[in-house]
């Protein structure tokens, strides 16, 4: 039996919605620094691919139909972006609260990923967090998510409700959580560093203590971030392994 033009043409499009959207918000993918030709032959391919397997629940085609689900997927797939992409601004943000301890707070350079003004150490951070972020292969987690969240969740039956919005808050309200975390280990010994530049400063105010503690603070936040680096890839795993939770549990709802 023949498959008429406009389903075929309607049935590749749900699907290219779909993941053109997870592709624009996700991480790595959807960075600037990437050519748009790129991104949208990346969209074609594994939509050609993904094509002869994904049915697509559209009983009706209607106008209102086929307006539902096109913004139904592209809801969909921002939201699975925007759970992966919270990890990232996690490390932004812990960038920008280490820069301001260590004096670099107006030091900027521009950002590859989002070309826009950036803090020094948050610009570091971002770096390090995305070759950890390939070593990981966390791009191939990302591609097999959308392609299983189309098993979960078929084109055409795609549902929202307040259960999602919450959803999405709590995954945001992680992001400063992480960012805190990461955080943690220079704010804390540059606070230290800090009370024992005051209490040596009344002890002895003969002392430049209040000249040395720049370049101080600056060597053991050094030293301290570069002990936590360490750290890092197993942090940032489980991290990831939690966003991706989140966007699961947003399919099931959505279903």
């Known amino acids: 039996m023949a498959v008429p033009v406009e389903t075929m043409i309607l049935r590749g499009a749900a699907i290219g919605m779909r993941i053109s959207a997870a592709i624009l918000f996700m991480p790595f993918f959807g960075s600037a620094a990437i050519p748009r030709q790129i991104k949208a032959l990346l969209v074609l391919v594994v939509t050609a691919t993904l094509y002869p397997v994904i049915p697509v629940a559209l009983q009706r085609i209607t106008p209102f139909a086929i307006a539902r689900m096109a913004l139904s997927e592209i809801v969909l797939g921002l939201i699975m972006g925007l759970c992966l992409q919270f990890v990232f601004e996690a490390v932004q943000m812990a960038g920008q609260i280490t820069g301001f301890q260590l004096s670099f707070s107006l030091v900027n350079v521009i950002d590859p990923q989002t070309n826009v003004d950036t803090p020094v150490l948050a610009n570091l951070h971002q770096l390090c ?9 966390v791009h ?7 392609a299983q969240s189309f098993e979960r969740v078929p084109p055409g039956s795609v549902t929202f409700g307040a259960e999602q919005v919450r959803l999405l808050f709590h995954a945001a309200g992680s992001m400063f959580t992480a960012g805190l975390q990461l955080a943690a280990p220079v704010v804390l010994a540059t606070m230290v560093l800090d009370v024992t530049v005051g209490f040596v400063s009344k ?6 203590a209040l000249f040395l503690s720049v370049p101080l603070k600056s060597l053991l936040g050094y030293i301290v971030l570069a002990l936590a680096l360490g750290l890092w ?19 099931d709802f959505a279903s």
Not at 140 to 146: K, Q, S
Not at 203 to 208: S, V
């Open 203 to 208: 002890a002895a105010p003969q002392l430049p």
């Open 140 to 146: 191939h987690w990302m591609l097999r998510a959308v």
């Open 129 to 137: 967090m995305l070759m950890i972020f390939l070593q990981l292969n």
């Open 233 to 251: 890839p197993t942090f940032f795993e489980n991290q990831f392994a939690h966003a991706l939770g989140w966007s699961w549990r947003m399919l």
